[in-house]
């Protein structure tokens, strides 16, 4: 296992959609290829944006079981401003590099469970993804041919069970002006300036936010302002100011609630919901089954869980720890990675030896 992860940490997958030229998830993928070529298991590739794969790979039951998936993305960010991007490097039980903790451990820990399982009653399979960290095609594309009776979501959480994270939404406001050499004030109307009033009923929102009664486990909701793009040169005055802002949105809100709150005219560009599951659900049980000392945990960035649970896949999020996810430095605590591994497998075998709907 440990020397798969040094592997995936030491191929280049940043995505391209974030870095220009990148690779991309295809040597990866690959490797996975290379890793699950026995007659134990399927190996189905889904690629329909050209030159970004995703694997499916099936470890069949004997069809009387319900089915689990494991899911994990095989991008990354970049690596503009890391040293040893693609070290692999290990130091005192910790591997090193862009992706160790976000999230090739996950990936590793989900190949070494799909090896070591137990025949079963009920499928298993192992989702290996691409695009999370822009727009998650890879999953999105996943969920078009497969729905599982239930996910877990790799993503790194200490080995905590996250049952909730925040869904975001991205607007854009673009406030009109009139351009005119910088001379001409009678003719000119600067869109920076007629921006302000927008951007004082966003302030005031933004705080307001902050006060509202916060979700038990994600805190309360939140909006910042993104960008601010205005003007074209020192002498002409702004024909248009663009605001583009950032909205977190906790359980039970809605995106076309978020966008009522927002200046006139201000329009939705992309958004994502959030995600939660019942903390007695049947996979949390069996997760705190494998990991008694977990503790019960929502987690701030967005994972693509949300896409499960919006498809009625019963989901939770559970993986190793490290840190440094999109940081100059980043590892994985290798212990965790095997706990990890350890614990899909007793969660898949409980699970998928009940019989069920597949």
């Not at 862009?98 to 192992?126: E, Q």
């Not at 095609?137 to 497969?146: A, I, P, S």
């Not at 939770?316 to 590892?331: I, S």
Request: hydrophobic content about 45%.
């Amino acid at each position: 296992m440990h020397a798969l992860l040094a592997e995936l940490v030491r191929t280049n997958s940043v995505n391209p959609s974030l870095t220009a030229g990148a690779p991309g998830e295809a040597p990866i993928a690959a490797i996975l290829e290379r890793e699950f070529a026995d007659s134990r298991f399927e190996v189905h590739r889904l690629e329909e944006t050209p030159g970004r794969p995703s694997l499916v790979i099936r470890r069949p039951g004997s069809g009387k079981g319900r089915s689990l998936m494991l899911n994990a993305h095989m991008d990354t960010v970049g690596v503009e401003t890391m040293a040893e991007p693609f070290s692999g490097r290990v130091e005192g039980g910790r591997l090193y590099g862009r992706g160790a903790y976000d999230m090739k451990g996950s990936l590793a820990a989900a190949v070494a469970a799909m090896k070591a399982l137990p025949p079963l009653a009920g499928d298993v399979y192992l989702a290996a993804v691409a695009d999370e960290e822009f727009g998650s095609l890879g999953t999105e594309e996943v969920l078009r041919h497969y729905r599982p009776d239930a996910a877990i979501v790799t993503e790194p959480t200490g080995l905590d069970l996250c049952i909730a994270h925040k869904g975001f939404a991205w607007f854009e406001l673009t406030v009109e002006g009139r351009a005119s050499h910088g001379s001409r004030p009678d003719l000119g109307v600067d869109a920076n300036l007629a921006a302000a009033a927008a951007l004082q009923q966003i302030a005031a929102l933004s705080a307001e936010l902050l006060r509202r009664a916060p979700h038990p486990l994600l805190g309360p909701p939140s909006l910042h302002v993104a960008t601010l793009r205005g003007g074209t040169g020192w002498s002409t005055y702004a024909a248009a100011c663009t605001i583009q802002m950032e909205r977190r949105l906790v359980p039970g809100e809605t995106v076309e609630g978020a966008l009522g709150e927002l200046p006139p005219g201000t329009r939705l560009v992309f958004a994502r919901p959030f995600y939660e599951t019942k903390p007695n659900s049947e996979l949390v049980e069996l997760a705190r089954r494998a990991l008694p000392a977990a503790r019960i945990t929502g987690q701030t960035p967005w994972f693509d869980s949300a896409l499960y649970a919006a498809a009625g896949v019963e989901t939770l999020v559970l993986g190793p720890a490290g840190e440094g996810a999109h940081a100059d430095v980043e590892w994985v605590d290798l212990q965790s990675v095997e706990q990890a591994a350890a614990a899909y497998v007793q969660i898949a075998t409980e699970f998928c030896q009940t019989e069920g709907h597949r």
